[in-house]
């Protein structure tokens, strides 16, 4: 928590005494659960009977925002840790200091890749504290890659790595409770991945945010059976990816960090392909770089999205215009569309406003989800002068939504826009007699 605590650390008295101090363990324990651990330490200078309460604590949670641990560690504490020590060493003190069972494990900070070892001592000393018990362990270095050597944790629920060059442990037979697995720069080998993903048969959700394996290229092939939530970052190390079977996948979201030209069309088969194995999504967000990426491509004939209900699609307006065809192909393949959310941003200075208006401005026929099922529209406009780009995406969905009930448009910098726009749309035409136009600002009040 980032918000100061201290009040909550004055024990609440009347005339009978100390109330607080006479709850049950188990609900002390939990109210210090909603501390960070330099306040859950500090309570020990409450009373004799505080001093050993936060060692019952199951999370250690610290972050790289953490004033220095010296600070709580106060000579009340039954042992103390040494002036001078460093931050890693002074989280090593709290944990061993631990007691009971340790389930959750998070560190961020800022590593350097020397203090590898000092980290790899951390986790082996977690794997002594909390051995198999432990349900959820988070590692984010901010700086530079750590050498992570992962230690069996056989009762984990929740795996976020974050700048981290793992090893899975020798034996590895899978964390066969794991149900989140999250990558961000990560470094493994391609045979520890698919390894990984192949032995964690609870995985419900996957994000993938970069890794890199030694060999490249790298063809992915998820078999899940009960995922539901997927979040894939395509990058160039991927030379395939494919969802192969999740039947009960939900909720997908694919992205693409960086497009150049030179990997324009790589990218659009990477992308067309795990586009085309997650059709039974029910929800699906896509980036402005998959957009342009699939515009170098055609998708199947007949191809559809059949259980689509919600679509959010991010649109540069660099790429308005010469991404209209393919936003229209988008829609024809999402027949039973219910929920749309544009995010309109990056303002060029040479955009052609008329082009687009020329574009977009038309009536269209044959889109089965504008002309049966499209009730709802959100548009948030991230670019710093969104207004005529705003009014043609607007009158689009007004002249061709037939079912519209709703469409929201946000302003996320100039709120005077919305007056402007409103003004605008007033004389539009508009095919749904139920359509409702509500202009919200930053924090989603109607304005």
Same mark, same amino acid.
């Given at each position: 928590?980032?918000?100061?605590?201290?009040?909550?650390?004055?024990?609440?008295?009347?005339?009978?005494?100390?109330?607080?101090?006479?709850?049950?363990?188990?609900?002390?324990? =939990?109210?210090?659960?909603?501390?960070?651990?330099?306040?859950?330490?500090?309570?020990?200078?409450?009373?004799?009977? $505080?001093?050993?309460? $936060?060692?019952? #604590?199951?999370?250690?949670?610290?972050?790289?925002?953490?004033?220095?641990?010296?600070? &709580?560690?106060?000579?009340?504490?039954?042992?103390?840790?040494?002036? !001078?020590?460093?931050?890693?060493?002074?989280?090593? @003190?709290? %944990?061993?200091?631990?007691?009971?069972?340790? %389930?959750?494990?998070?560190?961020?900070?800022? /590593?350097?890749?020397?203090? =590898?070892?000092?980290?790899?001592?951390?986790?082996?000393?977690?794997?002594?504290? &909390?051995? +198999?018990?432990?349900?959820?362990?988070?590692?984010?270095?901010?700086?530079?890659?750590?050498?992570?050597?992962?230690?069996?944790?056989?009762?984990?629920?929740?795996?976020?790595?974050?700048?981290?060059?793992?090893?899975?442990?020798?034996?590895?037979?899978? /964390?066969?409770?794991?149900?989140?697995?999250?990558?961000?720069?990560?470094?493994?080998?391609?045979?520890?991945?698919?390894?990984?993903?192949?032995?964690?048969?609870?995985?419900?959700?996957?994000?993938?945010?970069?890794?890199?394996?030694?060999?490249?290229?790298? =063809?992915?092939? #998820?078999?899940?059976? %009960?995922?539901?939530?997927? @979040?894939?970052?395509?990058?160039?190390?991927?030379?395939?990816?494919?969802?192969?079977?999740?039947?009960?996948?939900?909720?997908? @979201?694919?992205?693409?960090?960086?497009?150049?030209? *030179?990997?324009?069309?790589?990218?659009?088969?990477?992308?067309?392909?795990?586009?085309?194995?997650? &059709?039974? +999504? =029910?929800?699906?967000?896509?980036?402005?770089?998959?957009?342009?990426? #699939?515009?170098?491509?055609?998708?199947?004939?007949? /191809?559809?999205?059949?259980?689509?209900?919600?679509?959010? %699609?991010? $649109?540069?307006?660099?790429?308005?215009?010469?991404?209209?065809?393919?936003?229209?192909?988008?829609?024809? *393949?999402?027949? /039973?569309?219910?929920?749309? @959310?544009?995010?309109? !941003?990056?303002?060029?200075?040479? $955009?052609?406003?008329?082009?687009?208006?020329?574009?977009?401005?038309?009536?269209?026929?044959?889109?089965?989800?504008?002309?049966?099922?499209?009730?709802? +529209?959100?548009?948030?406009?991230?670019?710093?002068?969104?207004?005529?780009?705003?009014?043609?995406? &607007?009158?689009?969905?007004?002249?061709?939504?037939?079912?519209?009930?709703?469409?929201?448009?946000?302003?996320?910098?100039?709120?005077?826009?919305?007056?402007?726009?409103?003004?605008?749309?007033?004389?539009?035409?508009?095919?749904?007699?139920?359509?409702?136009?509500?202009?919200?600002?930053?924090?989603?009040?109607?304005?």
């Amino acid at each position: 928590m980032n918000h100061d605590n201290s009040a909550a650390l004055q024990p609440m008295e009347d005339e009978d005494g100390d109330r607080i101090s006479s709850l049950p363990l188990e609900i002390i324990i =939990s109210i210090l659960c909603c501390l960070d651990i330099r306040y859950a330490v500090r309570t020990s200078a409450l009373a004799r009977s $505080w001093r050993h309460h $936060w060692k019952l #604590l199951p999370c250690l949670c610290v972050d790289r925002f953490l004033p220095e641990l010296q600070d &709580a560690l106060t000579p009340d504490n039954c042992s103390l840790c040494p002036v !001078g020590l460093g931050w890693m060493n002074k989280v090593h @003190h709290v %944990l061993s200091s631990l007691q009971g069972p340790v %389930l959750v494990f998070k560190l961020s900070h800022y /590593f350097r890749s020397y203090q =590898s070892p000092k980290l790899q001592s951390l986790l082996d000393l977690l794997l002594e504290r &909390a051995g +198999v018990q432990l349900q959820s362990l988070c590692l984010f270095s901010h700086l530079e890659p750590v050498f992570v050597h992962l230690p069996f944790f056989h009762s984990l629920k929740v795996l976020q790595l974050h700048a981290c060059n793992v090893i899975l442990p020798t034996g590895f037979s899978g /964390f066969k409770r794991l149900i989140t697995l999250d990558f961000e720069k990560v470094y493994i080998s391609h045979d520890d991945f698919h390894f990984l993903i192949r032995t964690s048969n609870n995985l419900t959700t996957f994000r993938n945010l970069g890794f890199v394996t030694a060999n490249l290229p790298l =063809s992915v092939n #998820l078999s899940c059976p %009960l995922l539901r939530h997927l @979040h894939f970052e395509i990058s160039e190390s991927i030379e395939k990816v494919s969802v192969v079977s999740a039947p009960c996948l939900e909720e997908a @979201h694919i992205c693409i960090k960086k497009l150049t030209g *030179s990997q324009s069309e790589k990218f659009a088969s990477v992308t067309l392909g795990l586009l085309t194995s997650v &059709a039974n +999504v =029910s929800s699906l967000k896509l980036d402005c770089h998959v957009l342009q990426s #699939l515009s170098l491509v055609t998708l199947p004939f007949n /191809f559809t999205f059949p259980r689509l209900r919600c679509l959010k %699609l991010f $649109w540069g307006i660099t790429t308005m215009d010469l991404l209209y065809d393919t936003f229209l192909r988008l829609l024809r *393949s999402m027949p /039973f569309l219910e929920k749309l @959310h544009l995010v309109i !941003g990056l303002w060029p200075t040479n $955009w052609n406003r008329n082009k687009t208006r020329e574009l977009i401005g038309w009536k269209q026929e044959g889109l089965p989800c504008l002309d049966q099922s499209l009730k709802r +529209v959100t548009i948030s406009i991230h670019a710093c002068d969104p207004f005529m780009t705003s009014i043609t995406v &607007a009158k689009f969905f007004l002249l061709n939504a037939k079912v519209l009930k709703l469409m929201k448009v946000q302003y996320l910098y100039q709120l005077y826009g919305a007056s402007a726009m409103s003004k605008e749309l007033h004389g539009a035409d508009v095919t749904s007699s139920d359509a409702i136009v509500v202009f919200l600002d930053l924090m989603g009040n109607v304005i």
